[in-house]
């Protein structure tokens, strides 16, 4: 299924494209309280079979799959093409994926779009975000679902785009 952006694009598999007022959810921060209701981990496990899925679609090897570290919100992967490597980031929260050129400890304006081949990642219930969203102002997202626990943490780091939202390494 292909996202159009906006409030459904976290919600959606497939692939999510430009518009104002995408919906951050609920701990896709990082910080939650183990109360907080709906709060999931993205298994390394199923992010990996996708991500050997996709490494087939690409004509490629899996490189690397670096589950995610203390205080980062991503599990990191890259697959080696004839034509060179390419990383993504799976959102240790939520199933989404965003594409960068190199693996890094957090993330403000790295990123960019997906190759076509990564649309079969929405097949595995991952939703791939375009550049445009990902770079979209945090000011233009829908921020009513996070907590005061996640607004603190974003008044405190002030990230100013939702991937660096989405992709941090906050403590």
Do not use: K
């Amino acid at each position: 299924m292909i996202g159009t952006g906006g409030a459904q694009a976290g919600r959606e598999a497939g692939m999510a494209g430009p518009g104002d007022g995408f919906r951050l959810m609920r701990g896709s921060t990082g910080f939650f309280t183990s109360g907080d209701p709906g709060i999931r981990r993205t298994d390394p496990r199923a992010c990996r079979t996708a991500w050997y899925a996709a490494a087939r679609a690409a004509g490629g090897r899996v490189g690397e799959f670096e589950a995610r570290q203390i205080a980062q919100t991503f599990h990191t992967a890259t697959i080696e093409r004839p034509d060179g490597r390419c990383c993504a980031l799976f959102q240790a929260y939520t199933p989404l994926v965003a594409f960068v050129d190199e693996p890094h400890d957090w993330y403000t304006d790295q990123f960019r779009e997906a190759p076509a081949w990564a649309a079969g990642l929405g097949d595995f219930g991952f939703t791939v975000l375009s550049a445009a969203v990902l770079l979209s102002p945090l000011s233009s997202a829908d921020t009513s679902a996070l907590s005061a626990v996640e607004r603190r943490q974003i008044d405190y780091w002030r990230p100013e785009t939702v991937g660096a939202v989405l992709f941090n390494s906050w403590d």
